[in-house]
């Protein structure tokens, strides 16, 4: 079974952590950073010697770290190409990642490592899709019938679960209504990543409303 490695911190990736239990067979194993930390750490390789840390995670072959900083997710990168982890996904952007270090890392150890906003707008590659097929962009199949969406099948979605919650919502609705209403679901949808980040939430939003109107365009 594909084991996928989540390091959390405060109140991100737990939510990640549930949706992929109850919405996939992977196996997951995940440890945790504290959730306050210094805004800059000199030494980011002693830093993680002194915590209290699971170090099994680096046995996954996808790794999603939910650092949010720029120091410990280059020592976390280094750590799991040492490692032999396969792909490394970081949520939270540029702004909580140093992207050269990692993109020289990325090229030093062979690994995968993808710096992504918010989690939904991920793409599965040959390094990461174990997870990312399953988990990413939303894809969907809907069935209608008298005008009405009566049946959405989620094939990939968001991984903090907001396909699943808009697909069960969307049922009995119009047609005619239900893109912007898909998009209006995944914006009422408690996602932790997007909480604060206004650019996030439309982002996801129209992701979701284009992955049912494409659902719509397909359907037989």
């Not at 699971?54 to 190409?81: C, M, Q, W």
Request: hydrophobic share 40%.
């Amino acid at each position: 079974m594909t084991l996928i490695g989540v390091i959390t911190r405060g109140k991100y990736g737990h939510r990640l952590i549930e949706t992929v239990k109850t919405r996939s067979e992977l196996e997951v194993i995940s440890t945790e950073l504290p959730e306050f930390l210094p805004g800059f750490i000199e030494e980011p390789d002693a830093f993680l010697e002194g915590l209290d840390f699971d170090r099994r995670v680096f046995n996954a072959e996808v790794l999603i770290t939910y650092s949010l900083h720029p120091d410990l997710t280059s020592a976390l990168a280094k750590l799991a190409g040492k490692a032999g982890v396969r792909a490394l996904i970081v949520p939270g952007g540029p702004a909580k990642a140093s992207v050269p270090e990692l993109n020289k890392l990325s090229e030093e150890y062979g690994i995968e490592i993808e710096v992504d906003e918010i989690c939904c707008t991920l793409e599965a590659n040959p390094f990461n899709s174990s997870f990312a097929s399953l988990f990413g962009r939303p894809v969907l199949k809907v069935q209608t019938k008298a005008g009405k969406i009566s049946k959405v099948e989620v094939l990939k979605g968001a991984p903090c679960g907001s396909t699943w919650h808009m697909a069960k919502e969307l049922v009995g609705v119009s047609v005619k209504t239900a893109p912007p209403k898909a998009g209006l679901l995944v914006q009422q949808y408690p996602c932790r990543a997007v909480r604060g980040n206004e650019g996030g939430i439309h982002a996801s939003a129209e992701l979701h409303k284009q992955a049912l109107l494409e659902a719509l365009e397909k359907e037989e």
